[in-house]
């Protein structure tokens, strides 16, 4: 045989990388909020596992060195991109009400709403955690490794610690009545033995370490499902939440035995020569993330300048017409019967774009009639809290891809944990009133509910289904107009990731146009104080405008026309972006 031809059975044997023009096949890339997270989901990819199982390994280490924005006491919203066949597969893994709840769940007895801050903390609040049987289920799905290693470098760094972060520091230092859980004190606060204070933040810096959280992870790499939702681990969920003296709640352990998360549609539409594909609810993200798109298709953003005032005062008001829709239709559809198809009708949202006044604020927007919906039947509420969240984006060397978003509602949730982890309080996300002038509210609360979540984990497909962009975003309700700037970025202005990302803000819930400011000495100063220039001109538009921080945590990746990969982590936060085989 002539070298030639060996050389070509050898690489139809083998499938050797090094034989493909194709570089997608040699790379794999991840964004996430904290670098330990990266790093261990990187050599997940090394390894050759997939995208998912890089997602799971990031999300237990994220539960460990960002608790306080996700964790497997919480929640979470997956897409899935399958490069085979250009297939998108969602999993929701959002928590639920426990089936004993109703819509009273959050009145007083005067039947009279509670004090947020008063209903978000203790058992009261806390959902049915999902993220372990979402990840569960992608992993049956679309895993290539053993469910069990991938617990292991998570495992591996609670019990021998890391460098507390500055954020995280803040975080602690700002989570009141967290220390009054005994166990997340002896994790997160250092007492009088060490300070002359008791219930100090642990410091930046400090070594810290998990070992309950390490024994709930070897229970749930070594019993799946059952390590987590039945067993002790369930048994300490439920103490901690029936148990709580501030805010006791009703999840029962047939609660969590009797959670499943659920593969649902993605909710797609056209936006320029792309596809944009994200969540449906029980998120109103990726519905409303799309209504702001289509409502902004008929102008031609790529002529403007991105942090210009006609594309600020443009943006404000599609975000007023989309959280208008949103407000009154949006809720787990399971419940509710959502308009998907109706509200991102093209021909409806031509309609409601031309509502938009070029030259003057609409002031607040009243929702639409879109087809399949009946008008004047439910009534309109906001829900815009959330603020406990994360995001990661994930592409392997086989072209498939995970956008993530995860989240346990506030920061550190419902300030309680079992099992080393904190438990969210999601269910603070539901309408606390059930009824508005005589009609239901769509996200009233309801047993075995999901509440409307705001998380907006999105796709971009080009024109033949390859795979174009990751990314999606925390920030609570925020998030919808984040991650849809962030897309008209990357499709529109064809930014690099890392520009899309860090782009200024111009954020409208149908309400006040909120303008990107940042503190003095912030590494973004110098560039977000700019923005606040557009303070005035947006008022003579008719604008009430608000200046202020808004700390988004967008992560994404980009597939350039030549198979290379391009990738972004919010500067704001602490995220980083690892190529398989070096940092980027």
């Known amino acids: 045989m002539s070298l030639l031809a060996r050389c070509f059975a050898l690489c139809l044997l083998f499938a050797v990388a090094a034989c493909s023009d194709d570089p997608r096949q040699h790379k794999g890339m991840v964004a996430t909020a904290n670098t330990h997270a990266s ?15 890089a997602a799971i390994t990031a999300q237990l280490v994220l539960t460990l060195t960002e608790p306080q924005s996700s964790g497997i006491g919480g929640g979470l919203f997956m897409l899935h991109y399958q490069g085979a066949d250009a297939s998108i597969t969602t999993f929701d893994g959002r928590e639920k009400a426990p089936l004993s709840a109703d819509e009273t769940l959050f009145l007083k007895p005067d039947g009279k709403p509670m004090a947020w801050p008063d209903a978000a903390l ?3 609040p806390v959902g049915t955690p999902g993220v372990i049987s979402a990840l569960w289920k992608a992993h049956q799905k679309f895993g290539k490794l053993e469910w069990a290693g991938l617990f292991e470098p998570a495992i591996e760094l609670a019990e021998q610690g890391f460098a507390v972060s500055p954020r995280l520091h803040a975080a602690i230092t700002n989570a009141s009545h967290l220390d009054s859980d005994d166990a997340a004190a002896a994790v997160y606060f250092l007492g009088d033995g060490d300070y002359d204070e008791p219930n100090v933040a642990v410091p930046v810096g400090h070594i810290l370490k998990n070992q309950p959280y390490a024994d709930t992870l070897k229970l749930i790499a070594a019993n799946g499902l059952d390590g987590f939702y039945k067993g002790s681990v369930a048994q300490a969920i439920v103490n901690a939440v029936r148990s709580n003296e501030v805010n006791p709640g009703l999840m029962t352990l047939a609660d969590l035995a009797a959670y499943e998360a659920i593969e649902r549609q993605p909710v797609c539409a056209p936006y320029r020569a792309y596809k944009v594909c994200g969540m449906g609810p029980p998120t109103s993200g990726g519905l409303t993330s799309l209504m702001i798109l289509g409502l902004l298709e008929p102008y031609q953003l790529a002529k403007l300048e991105p942090d210009g005032l006609v594309t600020a005062h443009l943006f404000a008001q599609a975000s007023r017409l989309a959280f208008a829709d949103r407000n009154r239709y949006m809720a787990d559809a399971d419940f509710v019967d959502v308009p998907v198809a109706g509200l991102l009708d093209r021909q409806y949202l031509r309609s409601r774009s031309r ?16 087809p399949g919906s009946v008008e004047d039947t439910l009534a309109a509420d906001a829900g815009l809290v959330e603020h406990g969240t994360s995001h990661l984006a994930i592409v392997d060397r086989d072209g498939n891809a995970v956008s993530m978003t995860m989240s346990v509602e506030r920061a550190f949730g419902a300030r309680i944990t079992a099992g080393g982890f904190v ?34 984990p999105s796709l971009v497909l080009n024109g033949d289904g390859s795979l174009f962009a990751v990314v999606g975003s925390p920030g609570g309700s925020r998030i919808i107009g984040y991650t849809a700037r962030a897309l008209i970025g990357l499709i529109d202005w064809q930014m690099p990731v890392q520009d899309a990302v860090s782009q200024l803000h111009v954020i409208n819930r149908n309400g006040r146009t909120e303008l990107e400011d940042t503190a003095p000495g912030s590494d973004l100063a110098g560039t977000l104080n700019q923005f606040a220039r557009l303070a005035a001109p947006l008022a003579d538009l008719g604008h009430t405008v608000e200046v202020k ?22 500067p704001r936060r602490e995220g980083t972006v690892v190529e398989v085989g070096g940092k980027k």
């Open 355 to 370: 509502l938009i006044n070029p030259v003057r604020d609409m002031g607040s927007a009243a929702p639409g009639l879109p």
């Open 549 to 570: 921080p808004l700390t988004s945590g967008l992560h994404g990746i980009r597939i350039l026309e030549d198979g290379q990969m391009d990738g972004g982590a919010d």
């Open 423 to 456: 438990l969210n309080n999601q269910l603070t996300d539901f309408s606390f009133v059930p009824s508005k002038a005589g009609k239901p509210v769509a996200n009233r609360v309801q047993a075995g509910k999901r509440p409307r979540s705001s998380m907006s």
């Open 122 to 124: 203790g058992g009261k």
């Open 39 to 53: 790093d261990a989901a990187a050599a997940i990819l090394a390894k050759g596992g997939s995208a998912t199982d």
